[in-house]
């Protein structure tokens, strides 16, 4: 299994190798995206080693900057599945002016070691770009949001329930860096506070290796104010990902 997955995700990766030096969405660009894979460390609901693949895409239309992001965790041992998280999810921004946008997005993620069998979540609102250079940008969103949950069946039996929902206060802050010509820096926080607060940091460092080859560095950090019962409130990744751009 290991070995059909880790085939799967080269193969998968293998187009964008000639593309990996190019900046994500340069110039006149209207499409571009990267791709990752690599082997990740977790602690928390999920203590083990494990094999990570992402790939995000950015397509640009007029006014309109779309954005769609595909993840996947996974871990076998003994046949045995020790880790498990796939994530989808896209976002739509409408520019009103160069600093300032309206947004909407879904994701759709499932991690059944937190005892959620997936989560969804929408939201849409304002966001704004304080700083927009070719060396550095920061920008923040805020607005209205609703996330809805189903617990796995052995969480719903403990718990008394079988689904939890809610309307949110939905924020993300994403600051980026290019710390050399070959080198660039990013935090992103992204929250969720209603009747609980879902929180998540990413903190990266990507350094291109040589010619289309870069390495990704990141610490990602999951909160989550109310687990469910036995759950740990945190989950950490530390991954180390070989990173192509086309």
């Known amino acids: 299994m290991k070995r059909l997955l880790l085939t799967a995700a080269i193969t998968l990766t293998m187009p964008f190798a000639a593309h990996a030096g190019s900046e994500f969405v340069e110039g006149d660009a209207t499409f571009a995206g990267e791709a990752e894979l690599g082997a990740t460390l977790t602690t928390g609901n999920t203590d083990t080693s494990s094999f990570k693949a992402r790939l995000a895409l950015k397509q640009e239309l007029d006014n309109w900057e779309n954005q769609y992001v595909l993840e996947g965790l996974y871990k076998e041992d003994s046949e045995e599945v020790t880790a498990k998280r796939y994530f989808l999810g896209a976002q739509g921004n409408y520019q009103i002016n160069d600093v300032s946008y309206l947004f909407a997005n879904t994701n759709y993620e499932v991690d059944p070691f937190t005892g959620y069998d997936f989560t969804s979540t ?3 609102g304002y966001g704004q770009h304080f700083i927009d250079t070719d060396r550095m940008s920061l920008k923040a969103e805020a607005g209205p949001g609703y996330i809805y949950q189903q617990l796995d069946e052995e969480s719903a039996l403990a718990e008394g329930y079988d689904s939890e929902d809610s309307v949110v206060a939905h ?6 860096t290019k710390i050399s010509d070959s080198s660039k820096f990013q935090q992103r926080f992204v929250a969720d506070w209603g009747s609980k607060l879902d929180a998540r940091s990413e903190t ?15 610490v990602i950090v999951r909160y989550n104010s109310e687990p469910l019962d036995d759950k740990e409130s945190t989950d950490t990744e530390t991954n180390m990902t070989l990173l192509y751009a086309f």
Not at 204 to 218: D, E, H, P
């Open 122 to 124: 929408t939201s849409a």
């Open 171 to 176: 924020a993300v802050i994403d600051f980026q």
């Open 204 to 218: 990266s460092l990507t350094a291109n290796i040589v010619g289309a080859l870069a390495m990704k560095f990141a």
